[in-house]
């Protein structure tokens, strides 16, 4: 319920102001106690007049009133504050808030209070989809800012929609849900993961390589996921798969530390360096077994013989994480099988010393390499088997991180 809560209600200058205006009516039906601050840009889009009207309070722009000197004082309405909402928060806004500027009274109140802060960005798609902005709603939600979009309704997780303002009906419900503590809370809060993700390429010669039809997608859904429950994730992944497109989503806005990787031996080292630091391993990569004996500085050129490449052996990476895991570290593999699948997925648990395998059959429809479902079978260290249905890759993503954290409470 929100009745008496004290909100302050930021608004920047975006078209979407005039949703505000609905919004702080609702907030005010609700029986809410709203103060509105707006910026000078605001300003441009909605009166005072009207805010003031529907607040029955005057709306604060300016440090001081012109004609009194009245000061507003950002560090009382701070405190004063029980939730602070900025919507429609623009870029620019979103920007300084990222960086710390502080030139008018709402930048000045968000740096100086200490209650939760809600961010409903509004802008147009490219100003959106812009690395600049992306990276700053990174920093955002690394502050504890809770991003409301419309994509999905709730509360934003790593991938950001696409800058419309969320309605005003559904910023009421997460507000209420806000304060009857239904949001979840970031139950991976504190936890480093490492994700290798994607195929590995094995140089044959400069323009030809050996590789295999993994996307990576369901290394990204993973990651992603850690990152809505406040994880810290290292991915390591060879993208080649993915278009720019699909890059610029996914990459600019997991706000996380990630190592493009080609070949097996790349992912090894960086996943060698990485692992020691880390709480936990998900090891999603489809890996290249062997790679070509000798690499062929020059284009091999055709001729009418067979050719005949001889392949080495790559190391395997998540056996060897398997030997220098510590006690308190937790190893999760993969495994594509054709034929017995679960007796070969529970044999590779044991010999790389995985704490539990996923096990998923290219057999079935739907599953497997280049799709965006996946039907798994999770098998832990005791050989017990636990089967899901078929589900799309981030629903995936969410039962087995749902897993993992049962073994970090342990
Ligand atoms: N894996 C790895 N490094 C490798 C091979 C596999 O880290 N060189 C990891 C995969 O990321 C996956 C698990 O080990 O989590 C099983 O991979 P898979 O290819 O199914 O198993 P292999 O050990 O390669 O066995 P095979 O190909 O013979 O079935």
Redesign the pocket.
Known sequence: MLKGKKIILGITGSIAAYKAAYLLRLLVKEEAEVQVLITPAGKEFITPATLSALSNKPVLGTFFETNDGTWHSHVNLGLWADVMIIAPASANTIAKMATGICDNLLLTTYLSTKCPIFVAPAMDLDMFAHPATQKNISLLIERGCKIIEPSTGVLASGLHGKGRMEEPEQIVEILKDFFENKIPQKSLAGKRVMV?AGP?YENIDPVRFIGNYSSGKTGIAIAEELIKRGAKVDLIINSHLLSSREKELYFNTLGTARSEVIS?DD??RE?LKIFPKVDAA????????FKPAKYSQKKIKRNDKNLTIELS?????????GQIKKSNQIL??????THDEEV??FK?LI??N?DF??LNSPSTKGTGFMTDTNEITIIDKNNFKKKYPLKTKKEVASDIIDELEKLLKK
């Open positions: 290798t590995t097996a992912m090894y996943a998900i090891m999603t990569a489809a890996v290249a077994d052996p790559n190391p395997d990476i998540a056996a060897k994480l999760i593999g993969f495994a594509l099988e070969n997925a590779k010999s790389k995985l395998i996923v």
